[in-house]
């Protein structure tokens, strides 16, 4: 079975933190993607990657970097956290379309 | 503009009736795939079923069919013989708006599914 591991299951930072949320997959796929889920507003898409080292904005990137540096990783990153970054964030991947293989999310809370 | 709608917040059905989940999407496309995920409490996205477009034929899974109305752009899930462990959010999503996937999927904003035992 594909496994998508993210490290936390539960995250409490400060405000102005830098936050890293990392992804990793152990099935050689090429799309990895972070999403963000909100109550009633569903998952929203973040940023996601084709290869190592390359990456494109999703539909709310504002806040948010990523870095691939290696083909099974994909990392958030939270510059400065800000409590409306308070969230459920999903990372996913995929060998092509169709599935996405999801983890099993982290609860950030950004006191 | 969202381009998948899930207009039902919350169901309820009793356990072992059936009930369906309702979903629009909107596209120009005439090549997507369709999904329903389900995430139960432990917060686990796992993939109830899968609608190629091009096939006109609607999925099934054991006790998850969809309903396929493409012209419609409707998506409707049915889930027969409830039980409880079917209670959880279930996600409608679509590949309509990214370049055959790879772009990831669109979700719609959930439908809270309660089971009455």
């Known amino acids: 079975d594909v496994k998508v591991t993210q490290s936390s299951r539960y995250l409490v930072k400060r405000t102005g933190e830098k936050v890293f949320l990392e992804c990793v997959q152990d099935?050689?796929?090429?799309?990895m993607f972070w999403y963000r889920q909100d109550p009633g507003l569903g998952l929203r898409l973040i940023y996601f990657s084709y290869d190592v080292k390359m990456k494109e904005k999703g539909d709310i990137p504002e806040g948010y970097s990523v870095s691939r540096e290696k083909k099974e990783r994909f990392s958030l990153i939270l510059e400065s956290a800000s409590t409306n970054q308070t969230s459920m964030y999903l990372c996913?991947?995929?060998?092509?379309?169709?599935?996405?293989?999801f983890g099993s999310g982290t609860q950030l809370s950004v006191l | 503009a969202q381009t998948v709608t899930q207009s039902q917040p919350e169901m309820s059905v009793q356990e072992a009736e059936t009930v369906t989940l309702s979903c629009t999407y909107d596209t120009s496309e005439s090549d997507y795939y369709l999904f329903w995920y389900k995430q139960p409490p432990s917060r686990q996205m796992i993939l109830v079923i899968r609608q190629e477009a091009y096939k006109q034929q609607n999925a099934t899974e054991n006790r998850f069919s969809v309903n396929f109305q493409k012209a419609a752009k409707s998506f409707s899930l049915k889930i027969s013989d409830s039980q409880l462990g079917d209670a959880a959010m279930y996600f409608c999503?679509?590949?309509?708006?990214?370049?055959?996937?790879?772009?990831?999927?669109?979700f719609g904003k959930g439908t809270h599914l309660i089971i009455q035992p």
């Open positions: 999503a679509s590949d309509v708006n990214s370049g055959g996937g790879a772009d990831g999927l669109t």
């Open positions: 996913a991947s995929t060998p092509r379309r169709g599935k996405l293989f």
């Open positions: 099935m050689d796929h090429e799309n």
